[in-house]
């Protein structure tokens, strides 16, 4: 989100749409261009901007040259421009080209080496600081050593960072038996992608027109051969692009960056539109998060009030979103990748540098098997990150909360198994941030990340040691079910953490701060408060109100006919013999029992095949206004039933308007009998 507002109450918000490109004209010899031939074109130029970018890179990826560049002063002292390859030319980093081209393909060569060495940049300091304060024992520093390595690190370096970095150093001295001398020892050249970065053009070489409100066209200068000897050997191709439905009439285009994969050209179309300003704090309604194993999402939503003193206020209503088919496939996937990689590895170390091997067959047949399984992972992960997100926020703007609060699981290292990590750790987690954080800013709310630890751990309504048990019902150890001795709460785990995130972050609005890179607001340190339980008042149904059904039968409505009564082709029930049904001749239509597996059939497998018939969700319907207001009576009552514990706040008996225990005090009815996307089902 940039910070050029479009009026008062709104902000100029930039994102990207991926479009594909099908076809283009060639205006030199009037030929039209087919998929491949464009396809074609496109490679031999992203070739020639990617030898510059190689050469480059060769050059000039070591820490002296990365941290001159880095720090952002030319040598005649005057601060570098914010283009890359402006930059570099500044400094006088350039590269020859064996054919003939024009300036701007150099111009796309030298952005891509800019944008790599900058981003190496912030790897440098974090490896340096790490090597300057190297602790005697890495996995236990002490408190000095922490406040060494603090001063040592650069701005905005995350506990993760320092975490992932330190092994990294560790594997490398443990391997070679000294520490790294910097970045370019302890790592290898970034590998160079052929991409068109257009914007470091100017109309000489690209020009996009917008010509309908879901079209545009875009004129580029391409090659007619792989290596052109003139200027003979390039003309203007016109392309056109068919915007998807996300880019509005009103947005603004912006020159889009190319790339060619398996023979397609796809086209990275960034674009600006106004969006609701968000604003930092001050905000009363919000939805906390909590990350499931099981359940991909829970939530939680709370409201501040504040009566002389903030106190928060939840209904205890949970909201569920659960991909466990489709999360249970991407692990599988995830798995069978990683078999594959390690069966790669070991064939590549047998096989040595030798010449012809008889192993080149078998690897050649599962390197393209590895790479598919890698794009049928990432298609599933997109798909499941995206549906989540739109889910969350359709949850926030139904029921009229501002602000999504997240839990950084950056902070916390996670210490439930070697196979539990492994599925913590490898989520979609991170793409479903960023289009949260796209979709919400889109619907004017602010989404902060809010520090994790003791989230699980403490009770939301008193404040104690909670104990986590497998159910309700099963009262042993385990992890589901948690349970304060103390204010008798019984809940689900993962909704009493999400019930804590809310409340962390509506208590702690004061101290959120956005990262002057990226822009994401976040909580460093945060102060919690006491979660009241209050009744909801439910919504008044019109006549015309339905129950909130399936939009696909997943069952038959009707029960089916007995036996006996079967006839005319009746299904009849179980798996008893037909009666008095005509089958063509050749044709047995008498009933094949079967016995179903005895072993565990995970839920969604009755649920059929498809993303959303693996995707349950909380309906996303209004659910009415709780709190005071919505009880009936001056907020002085609700003030009178709690009763100071400490520093907080617990509830008082049930019957004075606020209820303890883990009960839903809504029915899940909507105003229509359709959900508002497909993932948004009825449990």
């Keep these: ?108 060569g030298e952005e891509a080496a800019a944008r790599l060495l900058r981003q190496a940049d912030h790897r440098r300091q974090m490896v340096a600081g790490i090597i300057a304060t190297w602790p005697q024992d890495p996995k236990l520093r002490t408190k000095q050593e922490w406040e060494s390595l603090e001063k040592a690190l650069p701005e905005g370096a ?11 150093v560790a594997a490398f001295a443990a391997a070679h038996g000294h520490l790294p001398q910097g970045l370019e020892e302890l790592e290898d050249r970034p590998l160079v992608f052929p991409q068109l970065l257009l914007s470091a053009c100017d109309r000489q070489a690209v020009t996009l027109t917008r010509t309908t409100g879901s079209s545009a066209t875009l004129r580029v200068q391409l090659p ?110 995830r798995r069978e990748g990683e078999f594959l990689r390690g069966k790669i590895t070991h064939l590549e170390r047998l096989r040595g540098e030798w010449g012809p091997h008889p192993l080149d067959a078998k690897l050649a047949l599962l390197r393209p098997h590895h790479q598919d399984l890698l794009a049928r992972q990432r298609q599933l992960g997109h798909g499941i990150a995206w549906a989540a997100a739109r889910w969350a926020t359709d949850q926030a703007i139904c029921s009229g909360a501002t602000v999504i609060y997240v839990e950084d699981l950056a902070t916390l290292e996670p210490a439930l198994g070697r196979k539990v990590n492994a599925r913590v750790s490898a989520s979609v987690r991170g793409q479903f ?90 909580i460093y340190q945060a102060h919690d408060s006491r979660v009241a339980r209050c009744l909801r008042r439910r919504p008044r149904l019109s006549s015309t109100t339905k129950p909130h059904t399936h939009p696909v039968p997943l069952r038959r409505r009707v029960l089916s006919p007995p036996a006996a009564a079967a006839v005319n082709g009746q299904r009849p029930e ?88 883990n009960s839903s005090y809504d029915r899940r009815v909507g105003q229509d009998g359709a959900p508002s996307n497909l993932c948004d089902r009825p449990r």
């Excluded at 989100?1 to 008062?8: L, R």
């Excluded at 889109?442 to 909670?466: D, E, F, Q």
């Excluded at 008893?576 to 005895?598: C, E, I, K, L, M």
């Design 224 to 333: 007619t051969s792989r290596k052109p000897r003139s200027r003979q050997d390039w003309s203007w191709v016109s392309i056109p692009v068919r915007l998807p439905p996300t880019v509005p009439e009103s947005a603004e285009l912006h020159t889009p960056t190319l790339r060619v994969k398996a023979g397609r050209v796809l086209v990275d179309l960034p674009f600006t539109m106004e969006a609701p300003a968000i604003p930092r704090s001050g905000h009363q309604v919000g939805i906390g998060l909590d990350w499931g194993i099981n359940t991909f999402l829970v939530g939680a939503l709370a409201k501040l009030v504040d009566q002389g003193r903030p106190r928060v206020l939840t209904d205890g209503l949970p909201l569920r979103f659960d991909a466990g088919g489709a999360i249970a496939k991407w692990h599988r996937l």
């Design 1 to 108: 989100m940039t910070g050029q507002p479009g009026s008062a109450t709104s902000v100029a918000l930039t994102a990207t749409a991926s479009c594909a490109a099908f076809c283009g004209q060639d205006e030199l010899s009037s030929d039209v261009l087919g998929r491949a031939a464009l396809a074609e074109r496109l490679e031999w130029l992203a070739g020639i901007a990617a030898e510059v970018t190689r050469k480059l890179i060769l050059e000039h990826f070591n820490d002296a040259d990365i941290k001159r560049l880095g720090a952002g002063v030319g040598p005649d002292g005057r601060p570098l421009p914010a283009k890359g390859y402006a930059a570099m030319r500044r400094v006088g980093w350039t590269a020859p080209s064996e054919v003939h081209c024009s300036d701007r393909v150099h111009r796309m």
């Design 574 to 661: 179980g798996g008893s013999p037909q009666v008095g049904v005509t089958s063509a001749s050749g044709q047995d239509t008498r009933a094949q029992p079967y016995s179903t597996s005895p072993g565990h059939r995970p839920r969604w497998v009755s649920l059929g095949r498809g993303f959303h018939r693996n995707a349950q969700a909380t309906a996303v319907v209004p659910r009415g206004d709780f709190g005071h207001k919505a009880l009936g009576y001056p907020p002085l009552r609700v003030a009178e039933t709690l009763v100071a514990l400490g520093d907080g706040w617990s509830t008082s008996p049930p019957g004075a308007g606020l209820l303890a225990g």
């Design 433 to 522: 941030q960023d289009a949260l954080r796209h979709l919400s800013a889109k619907a004017g709310c602010a989404v902060v990340t809010v520090p994790a630890r003791g989230t699980s751990a403490i009770c939301p309504l008193c404040g104690r040691r909670l104990r986590h048990y497998t159910s309700p019902e099963r009262l042993r150890n385990g992890y589901h079910w948690a349970h304060c001795s103390h204010c008798q709460l019984s809940a689900d785990r993962d909704h009493a953490a999400a019930q804590r995130i809310c409340s962390r972050g509506l208590s702690s609005q004061l101290a959120v701060h956005q990262d002057r890179r990226t822009g994401h607001l976040a």
């Design 158 to 168: 995350t506990k993760a960072e320092v975490r992932n970095r330190s092994r990294q």
